[in-house]
């Protein structure tokens, strides 16, 4: 599995490297966002799960908040639902909304939880409804986009025993709808979804997996990778262009989840086997983190 | 709602009826299997979810275990999945069980759970994978039917929190594999999903909810209802034959709870508004309760 | 028992349609004051332990409070103590309040918990003594009435844990005297005691017993019955000379009860069976509430 | 207060050859029967109530049981209550229970816990009505006594939680009285509910108050006081005729309580001021002392 | 062992004597300064660890903090240790401070664990850099006095759940240095040490043993004590000249604790056996007592 | 600080290996006799260090028990104490116990808690003394061997609340003696206060640091070494001659544990850097684990 043959003096060494992390983080709360390529590639998907099972054995309260767009997308194809759009988002409506819950709740969540559980951990796969833990109202737009919700409250209560019982939830992005959606089940973006839950549950970490590298200087060099940036110079980087299209919605992201008191946001490179383990256990990181300031 | 006019007198004099089995299921656990046209009928599933509450509400530690026949076809039919039979039962492939486990941990689960919600209860909504609830074996049968399990081990201890924090946990029928299909998604019965449960919570009851109305002992005729048997008459009632066609495997699963500790079952008309709470908590049963002896 | 014959179907809404009060009460403290004819009807006397045990039961932290005045005016009676008057008013002297003190703690209270117990409750007797509960200074008057004291201080140290093991403390109006009375017994006001034991607990509902159907509109018409009051109009109905003569005393004790923070204070009509009962658990309320504002 | 002018050192060498019975007793559960002179002579109440305090203070579990013959007495002699002798045993019937009830559970209890409030002392008045701690049957003799009983069942689960929280509880000799006297109260020997709760405390001690120095073995010379005997001499010490008359109920009572397992019962001189503190606290004991063997 | 023949009710009377105190400082902490002449003599020594299990029976969270000059002195004169002097006060090298470590920690600190537990009580010895209790900077001086610390942490988490268990933490003076000096132990005053640990623990009390009779108007007079003193009172003694030389630092001590919250502290005589039990449990006080105002 | 260079993707390899290990062991207890080399050279003692820190971390309750041989001797000599020899042993006089006392628990006992929290652990440095964790028997040889002791009882209840508090309990090997010795220190066999540590707390491993390879067939090849033998095969090793010399008191203390309840002993070499970690959490041990058949 090791690409080179090590020494046991050094494998040693990189526990060791490990333990200021591991002292640093423990019974602390990190939310973790899969999402991307590392949930299609079996490799990588294999890779996430060991990095969470890993960081919930040291004591991390971790939590792993899902969506699930291209199993979506699969599902709507196959029951031969067309959808219709407008300015190019999807409408939501009660038959398709119903397609994203199943596959979501029923397919996505209790996949990884068997994942997790078949590697040793123990998991737990609940969504939105589930106590109540995020209440949405109707996303109010220009147009009506349907059963699409933006999180209005979000209740933990039932979150934390299971963290304190060391078993790690895995949360679907369906909310609660409340007010004129009263039991109604409505879409939600997953990332701010993390971000909230992250921001409730006062965590220390969240980590938005990607599939990009972070924030490049140069989005044509990895090598112009900006490993550190602070809450305040994320303006600067929107102002020179350098946070652009896809990565605006992931900072818009780690913003939510740090004014709210979350101490550091990670944008992660889900492409790379262990980018968690690696971002999180090791003296070089290898994404992007976001301070306070 | 009521059909008559009734006194206020009456009205508290219901109630005070009420309290002494209020008094005996404090802290008692009682497991209902949810199925059949109760499932279906909008009043019918409202007044069960009213019925639910009510029981959790009184202090009784309440668990909901379901199926979802019903719907599970129809999305099968939506999806354009042919289904191969094997003697006249369905042969689960990885297809069929992927379409099984997101309709009834999806779908059927969460919706449960919004409605209990709605109606002012708290509720989880898991399935035999989470926590490893249900491990099952493949079903080994002369014609292999596929992904079907049968129950290996039950695990309770993600339940009993919830049920201490009054929260009522809605559970799917879908286990998690062992052994050859270890970390596979396997279809079980849920009624003895429900039967195990109530076994390893050392419950006071099961409630077995279906499309008759209990042990008839002249199946033309409901005034010949059966309304206590014990444990050991149920063979006499076969030999009988009044125990016959579909009331088998219902018996039969009142008598793996009663033989592993459960105290009473109760198989009982689904069809009826509010059947589980007359049966619970009227002086006159309308369900057909087996005792341990 | 029932006065009609009344459908399961009925029988069941009636319990649904308590669900709503019984979820709203869980947890949340009910203050009773117990006292006039339902203290000395047999009939009555068994509906209000019936409501008591009912109100435990569903998860209401109950408390009863009691006086005795008719039983107390029989054994002074019957041990032939003459009574000085002052202005009309009974001289409470050392001799008096012995009988005071036993017919109320050691007759009244402990038949009182024998009938819970008798009708499967579970009770605890005491007085304001135990525990230091009720420390009271000797009212200070124009005319000195004797062993007559007003509340200094209520400490419910000794009361919460028994409500947290679900049985109900019956309470008697006697307290430990301080000051000039240290360690002697003091005649208390019941009324008041009840309202100050629930702003002390910060009760949700003071409940008090009485001969009459509520506050009435106009004296003469039960049909004038108003059935819901705020704390604020309650002064315009004393103007008004709506609440004259002996509601005036029953009116204030609402008024200390809710100045310190108890939510609601029913004025309800002992007379009634199930008065209780009814007043909490069903749609149409049948007393006087007075709301904070 | 002090007899002698006692020096410093002294006084420190007293405290100091407390402490290994101070150890000794630490959170054991101690037993006093508390009666006869020591009940109606002002100065050796105020003594109990010290002793009873200072054990609640150095850790031991106190509980006081007491009777009131000499109260009752006066009482049914007030109200002009005949009595009507069988034997020359009194028959209670209902009207002499009720004043048996009112004075011992009103008066003598909540004066005693009175007094140990007065003295900066915690405690709460209880009989054996409350919570059921002590359920009797009629008592079955030749001749029918009436309303007297013999204890069934003994239930703690309301003083332990009680006795945590460093409360003394202080407990009348009155029964709930069960089967065809249900709900019924009952006179019960208020030795024997003493015996019977340290039975049921694993106490570890018994301690009974008597008028008498304890056993002697020549009864006209306080000189030939028996410190220490064993269960099993008890017997040899009847056939010589040492134990007789009242002594023998007395020593019947230390049987009951040491052949349930509590650890010593002491027979000591209520006359003696602080004589549980002496013969709990000193080295030299001032009664006779029951072991187990 | 006592001088004087003591009657029994004399014994009682003195045990109900403390009884007040007893009741005043349950579940208080107090923590004492052991030194002196208490730690040499061998009457003394064993008086004090009376003293302090007495304490701790009695419910008294009480904490030793002890130093050793003389010991420490004997042993580095054992060794052959030269010490270099600077101004008079003695230059704590490496070398003197693993004798000063060992003696204290590994000596005086074992040996009076080893005779609380020999006189039936139970205690843990542990010194300032166990669990981190007392973090020190170098002192800052003119002229370096080596590995000499001033105190710049207390934690006491470590100690609360010892003094929940009924354990006497007993304290050696040596801290663990942080900064310039992180990792290597500094030698501190017991004094201040005791002074600090009081303050961190909210104790009630500080006492500190000395070889002096306390504040004496008169230095002269033993009968010219001041039993007496509030806070403000001290600088008015040091101007006066009352308060000088030796007592200056005592006092100083006795500041630092009731600045920061201490409500009493102590200067008692550590050469009268069981000085510590006659200030606290008896009527007449034999030390100087310094108040807050 | 690694030798080679190592890719993240290795690095994370590494963590995910020890996985199955951290799971294993996570809330097991793990008691580390620590000696030899490891406890002389600065770098293997900073090993050992991270390691008990690592294993703390990832929730392992981890105890370290230490003797300290070669300081005592240092220590020994630099007072000029001469030691008398009997057979070969020596004799320990008071003296001489007093010298191992202070070196022991208060210099190698306190620095080893120093450098723990100096690398960002937590520690509580304590001896058999400190709540009686050992109690001893005076050694009975042929030849009077002075204040040796032999461990009689171990009490682990100040233990348990340490490792609960997730704090490394550090021990030195004197024990407070008893019988004849009561109150004595006696000087202990490090090893086996290890063993008998490790059963008293049920633990799953003991491990002893050594200054050789392990078990080795051919004691002149280190390739020999015996990774994995049963408790019965021991015999069959001593009886091959291959168990020999010093081997023979490790293996006896192996056997103590292991015979006691411990689930596996390990015999690794200290003088390897970090040789707890490789043999716990890496594929390949690197000692000899004695398993318990």
Known sequence: MLEQVISNKDRAGILVQALPYIQEFNKKTIV?????????NEELKQAVIEDVILMSCV?????LVHGGGPEIEAMLKKTGKESRFINGLRHTDQETMD????????????????????NGGRAIGLCGIDGGIFKALRLKNAEDLGLVGEIDSVDVSIIDP??????IPVISSVAYG???????SLNI?????????????????????????????DINDENSLIKSVSR????DLKKEGIITKGMIPKTACCEIAIDSGVKKA??????????ILIELFTDEGIATMINRD
């Open 162 to 167: 299971i963290l304190d019982s060391k078993i």
């Open 232 to 235: 305040r110079q994320l303006d």
């Open 59 to 63: 004591g991390i309260r971790t939590v």
């Open 32 to 40: 973790v966002k899969y999402g991307g390529n590392a949930m299609l």
């Open 266 to 275: 990670h944008i992660i490179d889900g492409r790379l086997p262990h980018a």
């Open 178 to 184: 409340i007010d004129e959606d009263e039991g109604k």
């Open 189 to 217: 973006n997953a990332d701010i979804a993390a971000a909230k839950i992250a921001a409730a549950l006062g965590a220390e970490k969240l980590v938005l997996m990607t599939d990009v590298c972070g924030i490049l200087r």
């Open 99 to 118: 397609i994203v819950q199943m596959v979501l709740c029923g397919k996505v969540n209790k996949d990884i939880v068997a994942l997790i559980q078949k």
